[in-house]
C-alpha cells in the first residue's frame, strides 16, 4: 500500500481537533475505502497509545525504553520459539516500516504544533505587500490572508493562503516553496505567479519560470505550468489555457487592458476584477472566441465600464438577481 502523507497529515489534524472542513471533507471521502478505514484505525490506535506516553507532549526516553523492555523479556520457563517462515518477517518488517514512519509524523506534529507559532498577515483595508524571511514577496489582494511559521525557511518554505496572491520567489533548489490552499498545493519550479483561491476553483497564472499544481485531494493529480499559461482546478480535474490578457495585476495597478482579446477572456477579467458574476448566455458564449475586444479601463466603476462594453458589441446587459449576464440584442 503506497503511504499517502497528506491524508496521514489531515488524520493528525482530525484527531487533534485542527482539521479545517475542506480537510474533514477530504478525510470522509478517503474513508469510504474499506482499506483506507483499516488504515485509519490503525493510525488512531498508535494515536491514543502516543497519548498514553506523552500526556503533554513531555517525551520520556527512559521511560518509554523501560517499557518496550517489559514487553521484548522472555521468562526462562518459556516454550521454545515458534519458527516464523521468511515471508511472514517480511510482511512484519513492512507493517513496521508503516507504523514506525506513522508514528514519527505524529510526534513531530505535536512538537511542531507546541513549539512554533504562526504568524498571520490579513489585508484587510487594501492591497499589502509582504516581504518573506527568505526575500521572496507576496501582493496581497485586499481581503486575503496567508499565515506561516516563524521558523519560516530554517527546515521548509510553506504557507497557507486563502483568497488570492502575487508572488516573486526566491528560488532555492534545497528548499522548495510550497503554497497550501484549501484544495491544492503550488510549488515553485522558479517562478512568478498569481494563485486565486476562491469558492469551488482554484487557479494559477504563471508569469515567469515554472510552477507545479497539485491536487489537495489526490496528490497524484498534478501538472507544470511554463510562463503564460495557467489553470484551473475544478472538482479535482484541471483545464489548461494560455494566459490572453495582461490583467494578471488588474487589481494592483487598477487598470485592464483588451487588445484584440476574445470576449469570453474579457469576461473572465471583469468578474474577477468586480468580484461579481458576469455571464454569456447560451447563445452569446457559443461564438464568444469570435467577438473580438480592443479598449481599456481605468478607474471606471463597474457600471461605466457595462455600457461600453454594451455600446462596443451591441450585446443586451441586464441584471438577474446578483448576476450579470450578456445575451443578443432582442430583434424588433
Request: no cysteine; glycine share 4%; proline share 4%.
Amino acid at each position: 500500500m503506497e503511504r499517502n502523507e497528506l491524508i496521514e497529515y489531515i488524520i493528525i489534524r482530525h484527531l487533534n481537533n485542527e482539521a479545517s472542513p475542506e480537510e474533514e471533507a477530504t478525510l470522509n471521502e478517503w474513508l469510504k475505502s474499506d482499506e483506507n478505514k483499516e488504515e485509519y484505525s490503525t493510525i488512531v490506535k498508535i494515536w491514543n497509545d502516543t497519548a498514553v506516553i506523552i500526556p503533554e507532549q513531555n517525551f520520556d526516553t527512559n521511560a518509554a525504553w523501560q517499557s518496550v523492555e517489559k514487553k521484548i523479556q522472555i521468562p526462562l520457563d518459556s516454550p521454545p520459539a515458534r519458527l516464523i517462515p521468511l515471508l511472514s518477517w517480511k510482511k512484519i518488517a513492512v507493517a513496521a516500516a508503516v507504523l514506525l514512519t506513522i508514528t514519527t509524523s505524529i510526534l513531530f506534529y505535536l512538537n511542531r504544533n507546541k513549539e512554533v507559532p504562526l504568524q498571520n498577515i490579513l489585508a484587510t483595508q487594501s492591497n499589502q505587500h509582504v516581504l518573506l524571511p527568505d526575500g521572496s514577496e507576496v501582493l496581497l489582494r485586499k481581503g486575503s490572508e496567508i499565515s506561516y511559521a516563524n521558523d519560516f525557511d530554517i527546515e521548509e518554505r510553506k504557507l497557507r493562503l486563502k483568497g488570492e496572491a502575487y508572488f516573486e520567489i526566491k528560488h532555492n533548489e534545497g528548499k522548495p516553496f510550497r503554497i497550501v490552499t484549501n484544495k491544492s498545493i503550488i510549488e515553485d519550479l522558479g517562478t512568478s505567479f498569481l494563485v486565486r483561491s476562491a469558492g469551488v476553483t482554484e487557479q494559477v497564472m504563471v508569469n515567469a519560470g515554472k510552477v507545479k499544481f497539485i491536487s489537495l485531494a489526490d496528490t497524484t493529480k498534478n501538472i507544470i505550468l511554463s510562463k503564460g499559461q495557467k489553470a484551473i482546478l475544478t472538482d479535482n480535474d484541471f483545464t489548461v489555457d494560455s494566459i490572453r490578457t495582461n490583467n494578471i495585476l488588474a487589481w494592483q495597478n487598477k487598470k485592464l487592458v483588451f487588445e484584440n482579446t476574445p470576449l469570453k477572456h474579457v469576461v473572465e477579467d471583469l468578474s474577477n476584477f468586480y468580484q461579481v458574476d458576469i455571464l454569456l448566455s447560451p447563445e452569446i458564449s457559443k461564438s464568444s472566441e469570435q467577438i473580438i475586444i480592443n479598449t481599456r479601463f481605468e478607474q471606471q466603476d463597474l457600471q461605466q465600464v457595462l455600457n461600453e462594453l454594451q455600446l462596443i458589441t451591441g450585446l443586451t446587459i441586464k441584471k438577474e438577481g446578483d448576476k450579470i449576464i450578456l445575451s443578443p440584442k432582442q430583434k424588433q
